[in-house]
């Protein structure tokens, strides 16, 4: 018997765990608001602040840069010194900077509050992640990705709608404050609960993984003899490869000057250094930032390279419909931000639904999902054409984008449980962080793709040809991820809880 199945028959859960996934939900909820309610407010905050073009990109591309450039090395350092204060220090990053932000007199203390407001976003993510499989354990575990997959589509519907209503309320130059200023009482309640909750102790400065330094109960005697190190090198090395692959794009649509692409080949370079390293680093008998060998495990392979490319493709979805809305047929912010309304409910629904039932159907789920989303986004395309012959209202995009949503809902989540069911608990948030990572990259490369191709189209002709370019790429790109999905489905035998 291997340790870690060794681990899972000793396991006992917390009883403090449903308080933990209360709290990790509430984080969430913020943050991701955070990151759907500033979309939104980007003109007004270019008219409060008299910023550039290229200022309000970087409102974006700071923050960007930040989330996924520490997203594996914090999710590392939450295994090695417990999730709990890490996750902590993120939230209380993200509530102080969004303070500044909220403050900010000018386009740069914007942009440096925007930068260091990743970085909190970058080191709480993960933990949530990983707390999730630290306190979770078979069908329950499912529940709680179920629950966390909810939380996710609450957020994103209600971040833009919330934005257009400050921005309606407090103006054109001040409303926008107002949409950083939401996040601080979310941060003070979730910081104060963090501490009230969280079982003890916080901190594990010696081992990581370790069910007894956690607070779970289980036998932590494997992480006990090996102490674990940060590996400061694989983070720099790891960090710098994913900045120089994200940059290029997140600065594509601000008109990215040539040199920038020659980051690209640095970036995988790079990436080639890490992968050396870490190998290196594992020979010589320690404890490497990430254990290569979680990629034999198909589970996780093949979950990575999935949600990958489906950020690739569907990330652009709401880029595309809010421009359409908003610069197409001329509704404003808010008008724009309730066309995802039935889709994110419905996102929320599927996602608690899904959760319950994944290792029952396993990616079987996730392939339906996906199959749903394609519907979803074919009959978009026919509501886009059919407005332009003036045959339909563009308010059947509210059924249309519903159906993305209650496929989505049967992908991330559950996607999400399966690929992390046979990591390591040691390495639960590291792994966590390459999957975060991967969707950081495939949403970056995506968007910037995405839109230059329905742009190109639009330039030479009009808003629904535009549109519909778009939407055809993300088809074929959210097709590659279900070809993915089958694969799994086809070659190995389902994951037991």
């Known amino acids: ?181 939401v996040n601080v009482p979310v941060g003070i309640v979730a910081v104060v609960l963090a501490l009230l909750w969280f079982p003890r102790p916080l901190l594990n400065p010696r081992h990581s993984g370790t069910a007894a330094a956690q607070g779970n109960g289980g036998n932590g005697s494997d992480a006990a003899a090996q102490p674990r190190q940060l590996d400061p090198v694989a983070a720099a090395l790891l960090g710098l490869a994913v900045l120089a692959l994200l940059l290029p794009f997140v600065e594509a649509r601000a008109g990215v000057s040539a040199w920038l692409w020659a980051l690209l080949p640095v970036g995988l370079l790079l990436g080639v250094l890490w992968l050396l390293w870490e190998r290196r680093y594992k020979s010589s008998g320690r404890s490497p930032m990430v254990d290569l060998a979680i990629f034999k495990t198909q589970s996780f392979s093949d979950g990575t390279l999935l949600i990958g490319l489906y950020f690739l493709g569907v990330t652009s979805v709401w880029v595309l419909v809010a421009q359409y809305m908003q610069e197409g047929l001329g509704h404003s912010a808010l008008e724009s931000g309730t066309v995802g309304l039935p889709n994110a409910v419905l996102s929320a629904v599927t996602a608690n639904l899904a959760g319950r039932r994944v290792f029952r159907y396993g990616r079987k789920l996730v392939a339906v999902g996906m199959v749903s989303v394609l519907v979803g986004l074919g009959l978009s395309v026919l509501v886009i054409e059919l407005r332009e012959q003036a045959l339909v209202s563009e308010w059947w ?53 995405v839109t230059a191709v329905a742009f190109t189209v639009l330039g030479a002709s009009d808003w629904a040809q535009g549109i519909t370019a778009g939407f055809a790429l993300i088809a074929v790109v959210i097709g590659a991820a279900l070809l993915v999905a089958i694969h799994d489905v086809r070659s190995r035998r389902p994951i037991n809880p």
Not at 152 to 180: D, H, K, M, N, Y
Not at 414 to 433: D, I, K, R, W
């Open 1 to 181: 018997m291997t340790t870690e199945r060794k681990q899972e028959t000793a396991f006992v859960p917390d009883p403090a765990r449903w308080r933990v996934l209360s709290v990790l939900l509430v984080t969430i909820f913020m943050s991701l608001v955070g990151v759907s309610i500033v979309n939104v407010a980007l003109p007004s905050i270019q008219t409060g602040l008299g910023a550039s073009q290229s200022e309000i990109q970087w409102v974006l591309s700071g923050y960007a840069l930040t989330f996924g450039v520490v997203l594996v090395a914090s999710g590392r350092a939450g295994d090695i010194f417990g999730r709990g204060p890490l996750f902590i220090a993120g939230v209380v990053t993200f509530t102080l900077s969004s303070v500044a932000a909220g403050f900010a007199a000018d386009p740069l203390m914007l942009n440096v509050a925007r930068f260091v407001q990743g970085l909190g976003s970058g080191l709480l993510n993960p933990q949530a992640v990983g707390m999730i499989q630290q306190y979770f354990r078979g069908t329950e575990r499912g529940k709680a990705f179920g629950m966390f997959g909810s939380m996710v589509g609450i957020s994103v519907a209600i971040g833009p709608v919330l934005g257009g209503a400050l921005i309606e309320l407090g103006g054109v130059q001040q409303g926008w404050r107002w949409t950083f200023f």
């Open 397 to 449: 995009l509210l059924a249309t984008l519903a159906l993305v949503g209650a496929g989505q809902g049967a992908v991330v989540s559950p996607n999400q449980t399966l690929t992390l069911a046979e990591v390591p608990l040691q390495y639960a948030g590291s792994a966590g962080g390459i999957m975060q990572t991967a969707q950081r990259v495939g949403t970056s490369v995506g968007i910037a793709i």
